[in-house]
């Protein structure tokens, strides 16, 4: 029988979780949803994402963190799970410094994306 599963994160901004979803590529809506998982179940999800099988994944608020929640069985994307989280957390880390340092005064002055897949960001603020 299958079942939810539900992954724990370091996700705690859902602006920055959105931003990163749709740096990925990853359709989403926004708003508390029902995700649609085996035999009817569903789970509440802040935002979810629908797959082609009718089942589907979402991001939901445990209190601490948005958690990955989905029937892992139906699972239906390019990457892995582990690779889909990889590649989602690496946007919303990026998309909280940016938007942590801009609030700070800082800008980005340089920003690279290296062969290993991680990006350098060079940041800058003046001073009167």
Not at 85 to 97: G, P
């Amino acid at each position: 029988m299958s079942h939810f599963s539900q992954i724990k994160t370091q996700i705690r901004d859902l602006d920055s979780l959105k931003a990163a979803l749709t740096d990925v590529g990853i359709d989403w809506k926004s708003g508390a949803q029902a995700v649609k998982g085996y035999r009817g179940q569903t789970r509440k999800a802040e935002v979810t994402i629908e797959q082609d099988n009718g089942y589907d994944i979402g991001f939901s608020w445990n209190g601490q963190e948005y958690e990955l929640v989905a029937d892992l069985q139906y699972w239906q994307q390019p990457l892995t799970v582990q690779g889909f989280l990889n590649q989602v957390t690496q946007r919303y880390a990026y998309h909280t410094v940016v938007g942590e340092t801009t609030r700070q005064g800082f800008q980005v002055a340089e920003q690279q994306q290296n062969q290993d897949g991680s990006i350098r960001l060079v940041l800058q603020r003046w001073s009167a």
